[in-house]
C-alpha cells in the first residue's frame, strides 16, 4: 500500500454531497460569469482522442456546436475510427495487467485527487457545459457537484468492499470468504444530457474497482468529457489506464460494444441504442466469446407524476413545472406524464397551465432563462414532430410562443397536450423534450395503473397528504426512484440511488451501494483448516465479517 | 445594481458617536419592563387561558414535538378535505397510525380525544366536526378575516382602541405571472379603496397626537408575489420584473398617502429584497418617497452586517424610511433548507444570542435616526422595553419609533404598550385559510416553541425579573443554579 492509500483508507472522512453553489451570493454570480467568459475566450477547444496517455489527432473531426447559439462553434473533437477504436482496446488491456493488481486504496486515492481537482476548477466545468450542453447555470452547478460526488462516494464504496470477506455462519475448521475482482476492458458509452456527472460516475466506478475503460463521450458534448480525461491525467492516471475516444457512435461505438476484448459495456442513453447494444453484444457472443459480456444500460423514462385530491396545489405545481420543463425536459427522470385525479383536474390544470406559460425559454447563459434550447436540430425535430402529432389528436392546452428565438439555437416551445387515453403515443413514447401529456384518473387506483401502463419504469411521483395513498404509491409505483411530495428529477449520490427496471435499465443504482458490484465479479473460497482433528479455535468470528451484501 | 451586502465589507462609522452608558440603559430597560408587567391588564391572552377547544389543541402541540409534527401535517391538509369522511381519514390516518400505538384512549388521536372529544357512549372520541372547529376557531385567532370587508371590521375597533394596523394579504408561493398580476392587482385595490372601507379615522388619535404614526393605511407585501420569476441568480431580472409591478403599487401609495411595508423572506431572498428596494428609490420618479419600508431580521447571523450596510445605502441617497426589526419568521425552515443543501446555517442557533442580535439592531437603527424611524416588531417585553430605554437614553421624541405586533397575539402587551404612550401597529392578515396555511403554521410553530417569549410568560410562567434579564446574562439563573 502506497503512502497515499494509507491515508486515504485511515483518514477518509465519511460521505457528504457536494453542496451547490449558492447563486444568491453576488460573489459566486460574479466567479461564474468570470468562469464563462474565461471559457468564451478559449472557444473552439479541441479534443483529441487519448490512448495510452498519447494524444492522437484524427483527420476528421466532429464539431461541438452551441446549442443556444449555432453560430457559436465550442470546438472540435476528433473522431476514431475502428483502428483506433482496436488500439484502444489493446492498450487498455495490457494496462489491466497492472491496474488489477494496485489496492482498491490506490485507485481510490486517484478518485479523489481528481474529484479535488474538479472542486477547484469547478465553475470552468459549469461554464463549459453552459455553452456545450446549455444547461442553465444552476443545472450544468449540479451536474458538476453530481460528478464529484461519484468520485468521492465510488472511492469510499471500493474502499468498503475491497480485501476478502470472512463468511458467516463460521463453522471451526472451515475458512470461508468472499472477495471482488475487476473484469476487464470497460467500454464506458456516455449520454450529453449530463455530460459530466454520467461520464464521471460510470468511468470512475469501472476503474476503482480495478478495470481499465475506454470513455466513448456523446457526439454533442466531447469537450466537457475532455476536460475530465485531462483531469484524471493530471490527478495520476497511469497511461493506458483511461482512455477517451471521441466518436461517431455508429463507427466506434458500436465497434467497441463487438469487440471481443471488451468484458463490459456500460451505457446510459436512449432506449433504441441501448436494445441495440444489447443485441450486438449478443450477437458478438455467438462468434465464440470465453466470457458473457457485461451489460449495464441506463436508458429512458416516460416518467408521471400523480397528484391526488389531498395535494398541496401550492407546493405540486412549482414541482411539476420544474421536473418537466427543468433543462427542456432532456433528463431521463424528467416529468412527462401529469395524472390528476378528478377532483383537482380543472384547478391544477389551470394553474399547472399559467405557471408553463411564465417560464422564461431562453440561451442558457442568461441566468433569468429557465428552459433553455434542446440539445441538437435532430432533437428539436423529434420535438417539433410530437407537437404536431399533439395538434392533430390529442387537445392542446399550452404552447408557447419561442419564434422571437427562432433561428438563434435549437429552440422548443413549451408544450401542454390532455390526451383521453394512457394509450396514446404521447403518453406512451419518450419524446426527451419540454412536453408534458396530462391524462385524468377517476380515483388514486386508476391514477396508478395509468403511472404503471408505460414499459418503462424510472422515476415516479405523487403529490399527496393522504398517508395510505403514499403507502399504496411506495408498493405499487413500478419505478426505480419515487419521489414522495416533491419533484421527480435530481437523484443525489447516496442520498438517491439512481436507476430504474423494465425498459429503463437493468436496476443498477448509479451512487448506490450495489453500484459498483456490477464492475465486479465475486469470488469465494473455502478453506479446509482442519488437520487431524486441529482447527484454530482463535479464528472464531474474529475476522473482518461482511455485514451486507 | 451596485453592491450586496455581504461583500461590503469596509468597516462603517457608527452613526451615532455619543454611546449611552450601559448600566442606566440596563437599569431603565428593566424599570420599564416592569411597568409594561404590571400594564397588563388580564392574565394572558386569550389561546394561553386554555379554555376553548382550539387552546387544548395548542396545547398538545406544546407537549411533545411528534405530536406537534403530527396534527401540524393535519392542520396542513385539513382545508383541501372536501368532505367530513375525507376529514375523518385523514385524522386517523395523522393521529392514529400503528406505530404511535393507536387505540382507543392510547394514540394521539386518543389524547386529543380525552380532552376535546365527544363521549359517544362511554368512548371518547374526536369527530370531523370537533377538528373542523379547533382549526377554524385556530385560523380565526390569528387571520382577521377572509375579506377585505371582513377585515376593516376588525380593524375598525382596533383603531377605535388606539392601535394602528399593517395590512397583509394571505397567499404564498407564486407559481404564475397570473398569480403575480393578482396579487399586484389585489395590493393596488387595497391602496386605493382600504381607506374608504375603513371610514373615517377615530377621534383617540386627534386626542393624542404622540400616538399619531401616519400615514394612515398601511400595506405589507412581499416582493416574491410580484413576480413567479424570483430568482436570487438573477438579480437583475428580477429587479426589473418585480419592480414592474412595485411601480403603479408605490405611486398609488404616494397618491393616496400609504405606506408599504416590504416583509422579509427567507435569507436566500434577503439581498435580493433589500437590493430591489434600493433599486426602485434610485429611479427619479421614487426618489426620497419616504413610505416604502424594509424589514431588518436580527437572527441571522450576519444581521448587523446587512443592517449597517442598508443604512448606509440610504444615507448615501439620504432617503428616508421606516424599518421594521423582527426576530425572523423562518427559524425552523432555515435549519431544514440549509441542511438539505449542505449550505451553513443563516441563522443563529442559540436564542439568547438572537436576543443579543435584536438588541445590537435596534440601537443601530434608532442611531440612524431621524433620517430612518424604527418599528420594533416583537412581543418580547425585554426587547420592547430595551428600545424604550434607549429612546429614552437617546432623547429622541415619541414619534421616531413605533412597536408593531402581530394580530392575535399578546393582547396584554399591546395594550400595556400602548398605554406607556407609545404608538403600536398590528399586522393584520387577510384572507382565507387554504393561501393563509403557511402563516399559520409559522404562528403556531412560533407560539409553540419552547423558545417562544409569550409561551415563555403565559405558559411556563418563567418569572418576570427572568424574562427582562439582559441577554449578555450567563444563562445560570436558568438552569437554577
Ligand atoms: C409586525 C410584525 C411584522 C413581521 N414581519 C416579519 C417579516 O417581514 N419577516 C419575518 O421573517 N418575520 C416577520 N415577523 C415575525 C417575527 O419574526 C416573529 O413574530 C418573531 O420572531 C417572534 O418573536 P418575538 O420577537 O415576538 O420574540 P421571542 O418569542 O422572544 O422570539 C422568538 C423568535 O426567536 C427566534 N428563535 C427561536 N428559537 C431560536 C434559537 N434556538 N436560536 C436563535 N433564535 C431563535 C425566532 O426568530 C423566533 O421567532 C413579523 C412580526 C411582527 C410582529
Known amino acids: 500500500m502506497s503512502t497515499a492509500a494509507r491515508v486515504v483508507s485511515t483518514a477518509l472522512p465519511p460521505f457528504r454531497n457536494e453542496p451547490l453553489t449558492d447563486f444568491s451570493r453576488r460573489e459566486e454570480r460574479e466567479a461564474f460569469q ?74 481510490a486515492a486517484l478518485l479523489l485527487r481528481t474529484a479535488d481537482l474538479m472542486r477547484q476548477r469547478r465553475h470552468l466545468f459549469s461554464a463549459l457545459e453552459v455553452y456545450e450542453a446549455a444547461k442553465p447555470w444552476h443545472e450544468a452547478d449540479a451536474d458538476v457537484a453530481e460528478a464529484i460526488d461519484f468520485l468521492e462516494y465510488y472511492a469510499r464504496e471500493a474502499i468498503r468492499l475491497s480485501g476478502r470477506k470472512r463468511l458467516q455462519p463460521y463453522i471451526l ?228 410562443d419561442v419564434t422571437a428565438l427562432a433561428g438563434k439555437g435549437h429552440f422548443v416551445p413549451p408544450a401542454i397536450f390532455e390526451v383521453a387515453s394512457s394509450t396514446h403515443r404521447l403518453a406512451q413514447e419518450e419524446i426527451f423534450g419540454p412536453v408534458v401529456a396530462v391524462l385524468r384518473a377517476g380515483d388514486f387506483d386508476e391514477a396508478l395503473r395509468i403511472a404503471n401502463s408505460t414499459p418503462y419504469a424510472l422515476t415516479g411521483g405523487v403529490h399527496s397528504r393522504t398517508v395510505s395513498h403514499l403507502e399504496r404509491a411506495r408498493q405499487d409505483f413500478q419505478c426505480g426512484n419515487l419521489y414522495l411530495n416533491r419533484t421527480i428529477t435530481g437523484a443525489i449520490v447516496a442520498r438517491q440511488p439512481f436507476g430504474g427496471y423494465r425498459l429503463s435499465g437493468i436496476g443498477a443504482k448509479a451512487g448506490g451501494p450495489d453500484y459498483l458490484k456490477q464492475f465486479m465479479i465475486a469470488r469465494a473460497v473455502s478453506e479446509n483448516r482442519m488437520r487431524h482433528g486441529s482447527a484454530p479455535l482463535t479464528e472464531r468470528g474474529t475476522d473482518d465479517t461482511w455485514e451486507e451484501f | ?87 375523518t381519514r385523514h385524522l386517523e390516518e395523522y393521529l392514529s397510525s400503528e406505530e404511535m400505538g393507536s387505540g382507543t384512549g392510547h394514540g394521539p388521536l386518543g389524547r386529543i380525544a380525552s380532552l376535546l372529544g365527544r363521549d359517544l357512549g362511554g368512548v371518547r372520541v374526536i369527530t370531523a366536526a370537533t377538528a373542523r372547529l379547533a382549526i377554524t376557531r385556530m385560523a380565526n385567532q390569528f387571520i382577521a378575516g377572509h375579506t377585505p370587508e371582513e377585515v376593516a371590521v376588525r380593524i375598525r375597533s382596533m383603531e377605535a382602541g388606539g392601535f394602528h394596523f399593517s395590512l397583509d394579504l394571505l397567499g404564498e408561493f407564486v407559481a404564475s405571472e397570473v398569480q403575480a398580476g393578482e396579487f399586484a392587482r389585489r395590493y393596488l385595490e387595497m391602496i386605493e379603496r382600504f381607506e374608504d372601507l375603513l371610514g373615517p379615522l377615530p377621534a383617540v388619535f386627534a386626542d393624542q397626537p404622540h400616538l399619531q404614526a401616519p400615514p394612515r393605511v398601511n400595506i405589507s407585501i412581499k416582493l416574491s408575489s410580484l413576480t413567479s420569476r424570483f430568482d436570487p441568480m438573477d438579480p437583475e431580472g428580477t429587479s426589473a420584473a418585480v419592480r414592474e409591478r412595485l411601480r403603479p403599487l408605490v405611486r398609488a401609495a404616494r397618491q393616496h398617502g400609504a405606506f408599504i411595508n416590504v416583509d422579509m423572506e427567507k435569507y436566500e431572498f434577503r439581498d435580493i429584497t433589500l437590493q430591489i428596494i434600493l433599486d426602485l428609490l ?200
Open chain 1, 34 to 107: 468570470r468562469a464563462m467568459a474565461d471559457i468564451r475566450a478559449r472557444l473552439p477547444l479541441e479534443a483529441p482522442l487519448l490512448i495510452g496517455g498519447k494524444r492522437i489527432e484524427t483527420e476528421e473531426t466532429i464539431p461541438s456546436v452551441s446549442p443556444s447559439d449555432t453560430s457559436l462553434l465550442c470546438g472540435r473533437s476528433s473522431a476514431a475510427d475502428q483502428a483506433a477504436a482496436d488500439k484502444a482496446v489493446a492498450t487498455a488491456r495490457r494496462a489491466f495487467e497492472d491496474w488489477s493488481h494496485t489496492t482498491a486504496e490506490d485507485r
Open chain 1, 173 to 400: 475448521g472451515e475458512y470461508n470468504d468472499l472477495s471482488y475482482h475487476p473484469l476487464g476492458v470497460v467500454a464506458v458509452i456516455g449520454p450529453w444530457n449530463f455530460p459530466l456527472a454520467i461520464p464521471v460516475g460510470m468511468s470512475s466506478a469501472a476503474l476503482v474497482t480495478g478495470n481499465t475503460v475506454i470513455l466513448k463521450p456523446a457526439e454533442q458534448t466531447p469537450l466537457v468529457a475532455w476536460l475530465y480525461a485531462r483531469l484524471l491525467e493530471e490527478a495520476g492516471a497511469p497511461p493506458g489506464v483511461f482512455n477517451f475516444l471521441p466518436g461517431r457512435g455508429e463507427v466506434c461505438g458500436a465497434h467497441l460494444v463487438r469487440h471481443p476484448d471488451v468484458r463490459m459495456i456500460v451505457f446510459t442513453g436512449s432506449r433504441d441504442v441501448g436494445l441495440l447494444i444489447q443485441r450486438e453484444a449478443v450477437a458478438a457472443q455467438q462468434e465464440g466469446l470465453p466470457f458473457v459480456k457485461k451489460i449495464v444500460t441506463e436508458m429512458g423514462g416516460k416518467n408521471a407524476l400523480i397528484v391526488d385530491s389531498s395535494a398541496d396545489l401550492d407546493a405540486s405545481v412549482p414541482d411539476a413545472v420544474y421536473s418537466a420543463y427543468g433543462f427542456a425536459g432532456q433528463k431521463c427522470s424528467a416529468l412527462s406524464r401529469l395524472i390528476l385525479l378528478d377532483d383537482v383536474y380543472d384547478v391544477y390544470l389551470r394553474r399547472f397551465r399559467e405557471a408553463v406559460e411564465s417560464l422564461k425559454t431562453g440561451p442558457a447563459g442568461d441566468p433569468g432563462t429557465q428552459v433553455p434550447p434542446v440539445i441538437d436540430a435532430e432533437a428539436a425535430e423529434k420535438v417539433h414532430s410530437y407537437i404536431r402529432m399533439g395538434e392533430e389528436s390529442a387537445r392542446p392546452v399550452y404552447r408557447a
Open chain 2, 1 to 87: 445594481m451596485s453592491s450586496i451586502p455581504y461583500q461590503t465589507k469596509q468597516n462603517f462609522e457608527e452613526p451615532h458617536p455619543s454611546r449611552p452608558r450601559e448600566e442606566r440603559l440596563e437599569a431603565l430597560t428593566r424599570r420599564i419592563g416592569r411597568n409594561l408587567f404590571r400594564r397588563m391588564r388580564s392574565s394572558a391572552p386569550s389561546f394561553w387561558r386554555l379554555a376553548a377547544v382550539e387552546d387544548h389543541f395548542m396545547k398538545l402541540m406544546m407537549r411533545d414535538e411528534d405530536l406537534r409534527f403530527r396534527m401540524l401535517q393535519f392542520v396542513d391538509v385539513f382545508p383541501s378535505l372536501k368532505d367530513t369522511r375525507s376529514v
Open chain 2, 282 to 481: 434610485d429611479e427619479e420618479e421614487f426618489r426620497g418617497f419616504p413610505h416604502l419600508g424594509a424589514v431588518a431580521q436580527a437572527y441571522l447571523l450576519d444581521a448587523d452586517e446587512s443592517l449597517r450596510w442598508f443604512l448606509a445605502e440610504l444615507a448615501r441617497r439620504n432617503q428616508p424610511t421606516t424599518i421594521r426589526l423582527v426576530r425572523g419568521a423562518y427559524w425552523d425552515s432555515e435549519q431544514i433548507w440549509a441542511r438539505q443543501k449542505g449550505w451553513p446555517v443563516p441563522v443563529i442557533s442559540d436564542k439568547r444570542q438572537t436576543d443579543i442580535m435584536f438588541e445590537r439592531c435596534t440601537r443601530i437603527l434608532m442611531e440612524a435616526a431621524p433620517l430612518v424611524r424604527t418599528a420594533i416588531a416583537s412581543h418580547n417585553v425585554r426587547s420592547i422595553a430595551y428600545a424604550l430605554a434607549l429612546r429614552k437614553v437617546l432623547g429622541q421624541p415619541a414619534g421616531a419609533f413605533e412597536v408593531q405586533m402581530l394580530y392575535g397575539m399578546a393582547g396584554p402587551i399591546k395594550d400595556a404598550v400602548l398605554r406607556s404612550g407609545v404608538p403600536v401597529r398590528i399586522y393584520t392578515p387577510c384572507g382565507e385559510l387554504l393561501p393563509g396555511m403557511s402563516y399559520l403554521v409559522r404562528r403556531i410553530l412560533e407560539n409553540t416553541s419552547n423558545e417562544s417569549f409569550l409561551r415563555q410568560r403565559f405558559s411556563n410562567r418563567v418569572s418576570e425579573e427572568k424574562l427582562l434579564a439582559s441577554p449578555h446574562e450567563s444563562g445560570l439563573e436558568d438552569l437554577g443554579i
